[in-house]
Nanobody
Framework: QVQLVESGGGLVQAGGSLRLSCAASGRTFSSYAMGWFRQAPGKERQFVATITRSGGGTYYADSVKGRFTISRDNAKNTVYLQMNSLKPEDTAVYYC????????????????????WGQGTQVTVSS
């Protein structure tokens, strides 16, 4: 089992940047594929980005491609989401999620594929 704690959210102006972090407990972090999702008020949770267990592969939602970068540091049990050129429509609660997997190259882009979730961190982008 793994516990996830997100941090780094906040209020930023449009065009600005934020870096979210998700710290994971446990000694097997490198065996988990990781993902970031977001949920805006009144909307369903939405896929943002995912990274393979080794960090060798990444996959993004079209809405954030070219602006957001997911990365991980397995030595620090942490996954990151660097968000640049933020837009008001990026406003949401951002969640990280973990899925244990034996595969190094399979991407997981739906929330029902993930077993563990953090509590979320609020990101607000003002216009």
């Amino acid at each position: 089992q793994v516990q996830l704690v997100e941090s780094g959210g906040g209020l930023v102006q449009a065009g600005g940047s934020l870096r979210l972090s998700c710290a994971a407990s446990g000694r097997t972090f490198s065996s988990y594929a990781m993902g970031w999702f977001r949920q805006a008020p009144g909307k369903e949770r939405q896929f943002v980005a995912t990274i393979t267990r080794s960090g060798g592969g990444t996959y993004y939602a079209d809405s954030v491609k070219g602006r957001f970068t997911i990365s991980r540091d397995n030595a620090k049990n942490t996954v990151y989401l660097q968000m640049n050129s933020l837009k008001p429509e990026d406003t949401a609660v951002y969640y990280c999620a973990a899925r244990p997997t034996p595969y190094y190259t399979v991407y997981h882009a739906t929330d029902n594929e993930y077993d563990y979730w953090g509590q979320g961190t609020q990101v607000t982008v003002s216009s």
